[in-house]
């Protein structure tokens, strides 16, 4: 039906933050269209280009007038390789060499977040932007072994203006953690689990087990 269409187009587009010291860009992807999609015959009402995003008609023929403009634009044939080259990477790099550094996927339901950041999971052939960033991290331990590393994991969720430490075996100590002003780290929820992780398999091991504790 045009409802349940018209619903698929406005839930199939997020956007993606990327925060540094000295990087402050905001790009938009747009996800392929998923099986029930591609079933339905839903268009495509979006035009790409580098930088802009134009609107097309009901049918994804005709600009309706509309264009928002990025600092980029991704088009659905473009991996999340391709993403994090462009944009995750730098940060990564920068946050390795001491400044901070954020990855933010904003977005609705459906449109692709979790698709971006994790992909189809370690060892697959779209690996997520924080898989692809932690091996980058490892990889820079490994090409610098003159410098002592400590590196740590936390997860957490925030969910109706609550936050929940996914990593906390006891449950009950895991939910609705006040927030506090850490001397090295700025504000952290208090309380907050980290666990030591030695390298990517690791890593991705303990944020697997984080997933499993998700509302």
């Not at 790409?48 to 609107?55: G, P, T, V």
């Not at 700025?186 to 907050?192: D, N, Q």
């Amino acid at each position: 039906t045009e409802a349940l269409t018209n619903f698929f187009q406005l839930f199939s587009t997020f956007l993606l933050y990327f925060f540094s010291t000295t990087l402050n860009r905001l790009q938009h992807s747009k996800r392929p269209l998923n099986k029930i999609e591609k079933g339905l015959n839903c268009p495509v009402v979006w035009e790409f280009e580098d930088q802009r995003l134009i609107e097309l008609d009901e049918q994804g023929r005709e600009p309706t007038g509309k264009t928002y403009s990025y600092d980029l634009v991704f088009n659905p044939s473009q991996d999340t390789f391709h993403v994090y080259d462009k944009q995750c990477r730098p940060i990564v790099e920068s946050a390795m060499k001491g400044y901070n550094g954020t990855v933010f996927a904003y977005g609705q339901t459906c449109s692709g977040k979790t698709w971006t950041l994790m992909g189809d999971g370690h060892g697959g052939s779209n690996p997520g932007v924080t898989i692809l960033a932690i091996k980058d991290i490892f990889q820079y331990v490994k090409d610098h072994p003159s410098v002592e590393w400590n590196i740590t994991c936390c997860y957490m969720e925030i969910y109706n203006e609550t936050i929940t430490d996914l990593l906390q075996p006891d449950r009950k100590k895991a939910y609705n953690l006040p927030i506090m002003e850490d001397k090295v780290f700025g504000p952290m929820p208090k309380g907050i689990m980290t666990v030591g992780v030695h390298d990517t398999k690791h890593c991705l091991d303990v944020l697997a087990s984080g997933e499993k504790n998700r509302s």
